[in-house]
């Protein structure tokens, strides 16, 4: 049938929907099962449900049934999609399975499923990028793989504050600064929801070191708390808007995460009206009645405590109905708000070369020039006749970061062991991305010779007869480890000072997930931070060294020089009782359930993370939080401020320099002394590209959320009256603009 062209294609859905809506057979349906009219809001449509449901069913809701990508197949999850978390449906109410994967730079249990993910940088270089608009484009990248393969709930969204930069899960997290990391991750899940899946914040909350993740007691005061971790998780569920949060493993001031009221209930679901659900960590349950009433909705991956213990409880009347119904409900509303019932999903084939395209953009944007002398780089390749490429495997691949956001890239790990077939947990993966095939491309009249490095001395004699040495090193993380120190290994370090004694034109490349202390800094010409730089990570690099590309990214998270500046020297480990050694794991699960002795962390430095504590302790840095380099130069003027409900601050940004770029400028301010704060804190940014000689007016609109302090007597955030003096530069540490307004 042909309709006239004036008929869209909106217009046509409505029609039919219209016409099917009235049919006899929908009529029937809808009287059996009100809760499919999408006229309605999601809690009436929860709420229908539940009027149907049976004790069991409800039950089945809030917990999990195992974790089907690692054990065998049971009945519960035999129709799982076998990712790391599976609730089966309930075909009787409509109601359908719920398959979760872990999906922090990418969808992770895929080569177990026969199916590969694109792996896209780590997320901590993305936060690099300061780009809201690429957080969004990684997020929609992972849901719509998610539902490519089948799943629909992400297990991602990872937005825990680098208090502890060498904690080994800092490359899944977005930095060091609540509100960097608080916007970027909310861009994130927004993109992420546009694919009609559950979407998920974690880890809910100072999960800030990985030693000791079970036991660890985490002691901060509140405003301290409500000011830094807590920040970032806020702006994350109040603007992104994520169907579930993800309680963590460790105690936050002498209670679990997961059985904690003050931040389930009294934070996250009446402070910030968090209206889906909290899923617990995997085995970070550790009680029925108290951990139902403190708030959390949903077991994973067992049913140790909200299977047939809560049933029981609730049969007896200890845990009353209506607390059931409160979780069910939250379930429930998000499987509806999320659309993952009114969209249900359907395998489809997913465009690797798009995919890829899009992880190598968001790389290129994210990589960071740390150092340039006498402007090395770009490479010019008709001046440079041969180029040594050093280390780091740098001939085959890029390292990646493990743990549970492991993500089996296409082609697999470019070293794997003989005879695995996939990636395996806690064993490093190399995306197969080859800096030295990428170099080699871009300079096809220069002769390239790979050295592997491991002989200092080998390297140094290839670099010297070389015009120019690519030095890579890397540093590999994974979830349960931290990091000993902030240095690389000791081979590395003496690999890069041997190869830039050896040849002044040395550019090291960095790949790592965290901060680095770098005893060479002076040694080498140039240095880039290329972090885990995702599957196509080598062109993108190439793209950057060779000009193709004009770097553009920021640190988000300060380069110390030594472990000694930290807040604390080490990392705290914990007694050997609170260790979740084998012996831990072999025990049987209500045995695990009971927990570790806690041990604890006082977070002392409270809300001087980062930079915040740099600048409070007036201690020098190698590099600063929001520094990064760039082929061109901005110069920054005519900084206008005014007052309002939004604070608006105005500025005239130029391309001083040759070429196309882009600048982040960022706006800082240092609040009224009666604030007792750190000398200053990021406010917001503004990421502009401009032609050479270009300039544009750059307006930034400051929350005043931003500019505030919690005022923990009042319960809410509150901006003292006083003068703010607003700093505006390209970095944290370098402020050509400064100006004061006095706000009330
Ligand atoms: C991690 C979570 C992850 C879960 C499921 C846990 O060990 O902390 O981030 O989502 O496992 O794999």
Redesign the pocket.
């Known amino acids: 049938m042909k309709y006239p062209a004036r008929f869209g294609a909106a217009m046509l859905a409505t029609i039919f929907a219209l016409a099917a809506a009235g049919s006899p057979a929908n009529a029937q349906k809808r009287a059996e099962r009100p809760w499919i009219n999408t006229g309605l809001g999601p809690d009436a449509r929860a709420d229908l449900v539940i009027e149907a449901m049976t004790l069991n069913e409800k039950i089945q809701l809030i917990h999990g049934t195992g974790i089907p990508c690692d054990e065998p197949v049971t009945p519960e999850n035999a129709n799982s999609n076998r990712g790391?978390?599976y609730i089966p449906g309930i075909p009787r109410l409509g109601i359908p399975a719920i398959n979760m994967a872990?999906s922090a730079y990418g969808v992770r249990p895929s080569a177990v499923n026969g199916r590969y993910s694109t792996a896209l940088p780590a997320n901590l270089a993305t936060a690099a990028s300061w780009d809201l608009h690429a957080a969004y484009e990684y997020g929609a990248l992972i849901g719509r793989e998610l539902r490519a393969q089948g799943y629909n709930m992400s297990?991602g969204g990872?937005v825990n504050i680098a208090r502890e930069p060498r904690n080994g899960r800092t490359f899944e997290y977005l930095g060091e600064d609540p509100i960097l990391a608080g916007k970027m991750v909310a861009s994130l899940i927004q993109g992420t929801r546009s694919a009609d899946v559950i979407t998920d914040i974690?880890?809910f909350a100072f999960n800030d070191q990985e030693s000791g993740r079970m036991a660890v007691d985490a002691h901060i005061d509140e405003r301290s708390a409500r000011e830094s971790d807590l920040l970032a998780f806020e702006i994350g569920v109040t603007e992104g808007e994520p169907d579930a949060v993800?309680c963590s493993?460790n105690r936050v001031n002498g209670n679990y995460a997961c059985e904690n009221d003050f931040l389930l209930n009294q934070v996250l679901k009446k402070d910030w009206k968090f209206q889906g659900f909290v899923v617990s960590?995997?085995n970070a349950t550790h009680s029925t009645e108290k951990a139902s009433k403190a708030g959390l909705d949903m077991e994973q991956?067992y049913d140790v405590f909200y299977g047939d213990r809560y049933k029981k409880a609730v049969e007896s009347g200890k845990i009353p109905v209506a607390e059931l119904d409160a979780h069910v409900h939250r379930v429930l509303r998000s499987l509806f708000d999320s659309g993952v019932i009114d969209h249900p999903h359907e395998r489809v084939e997913i465009d690797p070369f798009s995919d890829l395209e899009i992880a190598r953009k968001i790389e290129e944007s994210s990589i960071v020039l740390l150092k340039n002398d006498e402007q090395i780089l770009p490479l010019a390749p008709e001046r440079w006749k041969s180029i040594a490429v050093i280390g780091a495997h740098s001939d085959v691949g890029m390292i990646s970061g493990g743990?549970?956001a492991q993500v089996d890239p296409p082609g697999g790990n470019a070293i794997m062991p003989p005879g695995q077939r996939h990636t395996k947990w806690m064993k490093p993966v190399w995306f197969p991305t080859s800096p030295l095939r990428a170099i080699a491309a871009r300079a096809p009249g220069a002769e390239v010779k790979y050295d592997a490095g491991t002989d200092p001395a080998a390297a140094a004699a290839l670099a010297k007869s070389s015009d120019v040495a690519i030095v890579f090193a890397y540093k590999w993380s994974t979830?349960t480890v931290d990091h000993y120190s902030l240095a690389l290994s000791e081979d590395q370090n003496k690999l890069i000072a041997a190869v830039a004694a050896a040849n002044p034109h040395t550019i090291v490349v960095l790949e790592t997930g965290n901060a680095v202390s770098m005893p060479w800094v002076k040694a080498p010409a140039a240095i880039v931070e290329a972090w885990y730089a995702g599957s196509d990570g080598a062109n993108a690099l190439a793209n950057v060294l060779f000009g193709a590309i004009n770097p553009s990214g920021k640190l988000p998270i300060t380069f110390p020089i030594s472990d000694e500046d930290l807040p604390r020297k080490t990392v705290k480990q914990p007694p050997v009782e609170s260790q979740d050694t084998p012996a831990f794991w072999n025990l049987p699960k209500s045995e695990r359930g009971k927990g570790l002795p806690p041990f604890d962390e006082n977070y002392s430095e409270g809300v001087k993370v980062g930079y915040k504590w740099f600048d409070a302790e007036n201690r020098p840095v190698l590099f600063p939080f929001g520094y990064g380099l760039s082929y061109t130069t901005f110069g920054y003027s005519d900084l206008k401020v005014s007052g309002g409900d939004m604070v608006t601050v105005s500025f005239t940004l130029t391309n001083t320099g040759q070429r196309l770029g882009a600048e982040i400028a960022e706006v800082y301010a240092a609040l009224p002394a009666a604030a007792n704060e750190p000398p200053k804190r990021l406010v917001g940014w503004s990421k502009v590209t401009l032609a050479p000689g270009e300039k544009k007016t750059v307006t930034v609109e400051v929350d005043r959320k931003f500019l505030s302090i919690f005022d923990v007597g009042k319960n809410a955030w509150s901006l003292l009256p006083g003068d703010y003096t607003l700093l505006v530069g390209g970095s944290s540490r370098d402020f050509p603009l400064k100006t004061k307004i006095n706000l009330k």
Do not use: F
Request: hydrophobic fraction near 25%.
């Open positions: 790391v978390g872990d297990l990872g974690k880890h993800m493993y960590d995997w991956p743990g549970s979830e």
